[in-house]
């Protein structure tokens, strides 16, 4: 298996590749608060990854990223503001969580209601 170096770090190709993460966020779009679930593209990925590492090494962590290191780099790529806390415009995101693998990190309450609202539709 061929080996790369990122950062300083050791990683293999299928490493990179096998990793599969989805964004689970609210989403301002048509004046309404809408869940969004999102499956990243390679690039995606690759960009929350290396802002989970940025995220470990921030807390002293000089290891792989914890999921709560995800969580963060998630919310830093996927976090939008166009408009202001009480006046929140089309495209504005809050991520709530993230899967990676197959491990979920999220605020319970909103990953439940989430689901629930799945279950209905």
């Not at 499956?39 to 000089?62: P, W």
Request: glycine share 8%.
């Amino acid at each position: 298996m061929e080996r790369a170096t990122r950062e300083g770090r050791s990683f293999t190709l299928h490493m990179m590749i096998s990793m599969f993460i989805s964004v689970f966020a609210l989403r301002f779009e048509g004046g309404v608060w809408k869940d969004w679930e999102h499956a990243c593209t390679f690039a995606e990925t690759e960009a929350v990854s290396d802002s989970a590492n940025a995220k470990a090494l921030e807390h002293g962590r000089i290891r792989e990223p914890l999921f709560i290191d995800y969580l963060e780099g998630a919310r830093y790529i996927f976090d939008v503001a166009f408009g202001t806390i009480n006046s929140p415009r089309d495209g504005d995101t809050k991520v709530y969580g993230v899967l990676v693998g197959g491990m979920v990190i999220a605020e319970y309450q909103e990953l439940q209601r989430h689901f629930a609202l799945k279950l209905t539709a």
